[in-house]
């Protein structure tokens, strides 16, 4: 068993999370000075979105300098300080490597663009123009072509899955999987545990010379020619080889965002020098509001469907039982907060328990973006023109041809735009919630929320989450097999076994309350987010109520 089959993961956007220079951006400084309070809620595990020296087109994910840090975030010195610190208190550390591009500021980039004899062109994806235009038709994530012209040669272009000034990498290289391990290596000397790969599933691309055919758009987005290609595996093979061989137990936790379960599964089966775990970006159980075909499914209101959340957790946990861990997450950093994203029937304290207890006692890898654990809610700008992001740009002049509404357009932004999930941690009840005392560089209206009343207050969402992990320890809830429970359809339960213990989560998912017949006599409960009554082996939960039960063999 490696140390990460048990880790508890706290996502941080260091960015958002606590300024102690009051320059109104986080720092790595306010990391070190909140590892107290990330360790005491018994997590063991932090990953940190990109920290590395960027221009901040895409928040970090844009690195011109993967050897240092940013300056706006702090220096060496600091990370070093955190490091010894987390490693102290028994946390692990991983890192976001954006491995699929740099940033256009890069040198290897910069060198490439400029020099036609640069030893680097080949680092980088060109093509010459096809009849004076865009050598194919496929489309960027952020929105436009994957293609940018190259300004000192009118003739090529360079291609770009993200933003244009976000140019991919040529995986194909042999000397480019050499040098992104070398950078993995650098900082796994400088003691990190591990790395999350991002948008490692893009890193192969199909022959450049043919178009997309989907219908409606002049650059369609066609996953097929730039994500999950069978190529993927081997470009990654040397590099993760290079890191296992240098650390064997560094954690290789890959984000493949469009991943299913089968997928997650042929990335991490452990022969196969890919990743220990994938983490995808839907396995929400969420249903689309596909009334209207204008607005990209990225921003059509969704709701909560617990048919569909029980069916991608009894398909992931099926698949992925004897070869991975599945990760349980309700969110990260590019969608809005699951407490605006979910259209829940109403918002409060039990049922944010609810959800936490349902996630995150199954099998698998908790992943709990910042804030999560007091129930926060994203930020929620005034007007359109708040919004900055790429992707929310593209939406509003889209939306704004078609003659869509301001107030309309605000709140599918507000609703499911990422950068509302993007606020400052909320600490307490000062003007910019204990977080600066500087504006923050993202702001919006926040509500009351904050981690000090939460301290003080036994019930609260931060208590009920620091319970849960110390739960998700045991040996059941961490080892144990994992088995639906076929019960009322608005009851999700689930067992987890393992040959000492076994654990039961029940969860009502209805305004009614609900009857469970237990097994046997021999459960007690563990944690509730309600008073729960046990009467003759039949466990009654109230509406909205949760439980999880646990009994030993
Ligand atoms: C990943 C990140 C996202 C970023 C993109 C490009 O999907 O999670 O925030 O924009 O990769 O690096």
Not at 235 to 262: C, M, Q, T
Request: proline share 4%.
């Amino acid at each position: 068993m490696n140390w990460y089959d048990k880790a508890i993961v706290y996502q941080i956007y260091p960015k958002s999370f606590q300024d102690t220079n009051n320059d109104g951006i986080g720092d790595i400084q306010g990391v070190i000075k909140r590892l107290d309070y990330i360790k005491n809620l018994g997590f063991n595990t932090i990953w940190l979105n990109p920290i590395f020296v960027s221009p901040q087109v895409d928040n970090g994910y844009d690195v011109s300098n993967y050897f240092a840090i940013d300056p706006i975030l702090g220096d060496m010195d600091d990370f070093t300080e955190m490091m010894t610190k987390a490693h102290k208190l028994g946390l692990h550390i991983i890192l976001d490597l954006p491995i699929n591009h740099t940033s256009d500021q890069h040198p290897w980039f910069k060198d490439a663009i400029s020099n036609p004899n640069s030893i680097f062109k080949d680092y980088y994806i060109w093509h010459n123009q096809v009849d004076g235009h865009e050598p194919n038709n496929w489309g960027s994530f952020f929105g436009g072509s994957v293609w940018e012209k190259n300004p000192n040669d009118t003739n090529e272009y360079y291609f770009h899955l993200f933003d244009k000034r976000m140019p991919d990498l040529n995986w194909k290289n042999p000397e480019v999987q050499k040098s992104v391990a070398d950078i993995a290596k650098f900082w796994l000397e400088k003691g990190v545990d591990g790395f999350r790969l991002d948008a490692f599933i893009h890193v192969a691309k199909a022959k450049l010379e043919q178009d997309s055919l989907i219908q409606g758009e002049e650059f369609p987005v066609d996953d097929t020619f730039y994500a999950k290609r069978p190529e993927v595996k081997d470009y990654l093979a040397g590099f993760v080889r290079d890191i296992k061989e240098y650390k064997p137990d560094a954690f290789l936790f890959g984000e493949a965002s469009s991943a299913n379960a089968l997928n997650a599964a042929d990335y991490t089966r452990s022969n196969e020098n890919c990743c220990d775990v994938v983490v995808n970006s839907g396995n929400y159980g969420e249903v689309y509001d596909d009334s209207n075909p204008d607005i990209p499914s990225f921003f059509r209101t969704r709701k909560l469907s617990l048919d569909s959340l029980k069916k991608t957790y009894v398909t992931w946990e099926s698949v992925l039982a004897n070869i991975s861990l599945p990760t349980l997450t309700w969110g990260n950093h590019d969608i809005s907060r699951v407490l605006d994203r979910l259209n829940l029937p109403f918002n409060d304290d039990k049922l944010t328990k609810l959800l936490a207890m349902m996630m995150f006692l199954q099998r698998g890898i908790p992943v709990i973006y910042y804030g999560e654990e007091i129930g926060m809610h994203g930020l929620k700008y005034q007007k359109v023109s708040d919004f900055d992001d790429q992707r929310a740009v593209d939406l509003v002049n889209n939306l704004e041809k078609k003659s869509f509404d301001d107030k309309d357009i605000l709140q599918l932004l507000n609703n499911q735009d990422e950068m509302t999930a993007r606020g400052p941690m909320q600490w307490d009840s000062s003007e910019y919630r204990g977080f600066s005392s500087k504006q923050p560089w993202n702001w919006g209206q926040t509500d009351e929320t904050n981690v000090s009343d939460e301290v003080k207050d036994s019930n609260s969402i931060m208590m009920f989450y620091k319970e849960l992990l110390n739960i998700k320890k045991h040996d059941c809830f961490t080892n144990g097999d994992y088995q639906l429970l076929i019960t009322d359809p608005k009851i999700y339960a689930y067992l987890r076994t393992t040959s000492s213990c076994s654990g039961i989560v029940l969860a009502n998912f209805s305004d009614e309350s609900k009857k469970f017949k237990l097994p046997d006599n021999k459960w007690k409960k563990v944690l509730a987010n309600q008073a729960i009554k046990i009467t003759n082996g039949v466990l009654t939960l109230d509406s909205w109520g949760c439980c999880a039960l646990e009994s030993k063999k």
